[in-house]
């Protein structure tokens, strides 16, 4: 069964910073291509970045290009999102994606 559990969202204020982590199983994560995807209160689901399966390719959405970095760690099925520069518009709920499965997600609110 594949499990993706994703942890490490909270309040935090503009500017400030937050990892997210993703635990992968069920699959071969370090045969996977994985990405992270979000979701704001009414609006539809964004694509955020996506890393290739050695981790030597990294694509982000315009919007977060800078200050937002994936990672991976293949000997432990975990993925990272480091969240830098946060703004008010990064608020939302933020999910890990393998080959169309998300997990249950973890909330990022971005607030002062």
């Known amino acids: 069964e594949v499990q993706l559990v994703e942890s490490g969202g909270g309040l935090v204020q503009p500017g400030g910073s937050l990892r997210l982590s993703c635990a992968a199983s069920g699959f071969v994560f370090s045969s996977s291509e994985m990405s992270w995807v979000r979701q704001a209160p009414g609006k539809e689901l964004e694509w955020v970045s996506t890393?290739?399966?050695?981790?030597?390719?990294?694509y982000y959405a315009r919007s977060v290009k800078g200050r937002f970095t994936i990672s991976r760690d293949n000997a432990k099925n975990t993925l990272y999102l480091q969240l830098n520069s946060l703004k008010t518009e990064d608020t939302a709920m933020y999910y890990c994606r393998w080959d169309g499965v998300r997990g249950q997600g973890t909330q990022v609110t971005v607030s002062s």
């Open positions: 890393i290739n399966a050695g981790g030597t390719g990294t």
